[in-house]
């Protein structure tokens, strides 16, 4: 799905066969003339991803678009959310899918809070998934309207940053662009904090394969922030830092000296 949203912006991008075409391969197969309509194909895998059950669900869906061949995204996504249309079993409860997809929220939105130890909480996700709420109670999916709305690229990415806002953005040198917070001057804390975790992720896995923490390059903006510490023995560190808060928290000096 990720590979024709790029195509869909950008006809010239370029992926290997697999898994990037897989979706393709799967739709020549069962309705070749998904191929020739990729607003449609795209509309599906974000209806799958959005099921309990994806893979079914999008093999479904594949085989009604030979009966429905003209249904558009839109209409779509809302006959699948209907509670007429569609119900499921979750947690042993009858429910419709647009009840799961608004609970599935709220747990998702629960669990981020409690993984986080800072006081405020979500100063920006919240927002997000407030305006996912919105449009999954009106029925609509943001990405799939975005993709109907015939205007320029451009103002399908205002649309979509008006939605998601902009989003995390982290180059291959390891700068980092966070979400604002309210005061839309600062990154908005649960980044931070979530950043600071994966790095200690990163670190304590091996991922970082050279043992500099993948906070450095941000750090290292701040005047007297960084030491040699913050190349191979991170969690050594005695003045705070990202890495030393969530090292700290989680108890792992103790552990590892």
Not at 121 to 145: S, W
């Amino acid at each position: 799905m990720a590979r024709l949203m790029q195509l869909y912006f950008d006809p010239a991008v370029d992926h290997p066969i697999y898994p990037y075409l897989s979706i393709e391969h799967l739709a020549e197969l069962i309705n070749p003339n998904l191929n020739k309509d990729p607003r449609s194909l795209i509309s599906l895998c974000i209806i799958a991803l959005n099921a309990p059950d994806s893979a079914r669900t999008l093999y479904d869906l594949m085989q009604n678009s030979r009966v429905e061949p003209n249904l558009d995204g839109r209409v779509l996504f809302e006959k699948y959310t209907s509670p007429d249309e569609r119900w499921i079993i979750s947690k042993g409860q009858k429910m419709s899918i647009q009840d799961y997809l608004i609970e599935s929220i709220d747990v998702f939105e629960d669990y981020l809070n409690k993984s986080l130890h800072n006081e405020l909480g979500l100063q920006h996700i919240n927002l997000l998934l407030e305006n996912m709420r919105i449009a999954t109670r009106e029925h609509k999916n943001p990405i799939i309207e975005i993709l109907y709305n015939d205007t320029s690229p451009l103002d399908r990415i205002k649309e979509m940053i008006s939605w998601f806002g902009i989003p995390r953005i982290r180059s291959i040198s390891g700068n980092t662009n966070l979400p604002l917070g309210p005061d839309k001057e600062n990154p908005a804390i649960e980044y931070l904090e979530l950043e600071a975790q994966q790095i200690v992720f990163e670190r304590l896995l091996g991922i970082s394969k050279d043992g500099i923490c993948g906070m450095y390059p941000i750090c290292s903006q701040t005047e007297a922030m960084t030491n040699e510490l913050c190349f191979e023995s991170q969690w050594e560190r005695k003045s705070p830092c990202p890495f030393t808060q969530i090292s700290n928290l989680w108890g792992l000096p103790a552990k590892i000296l």
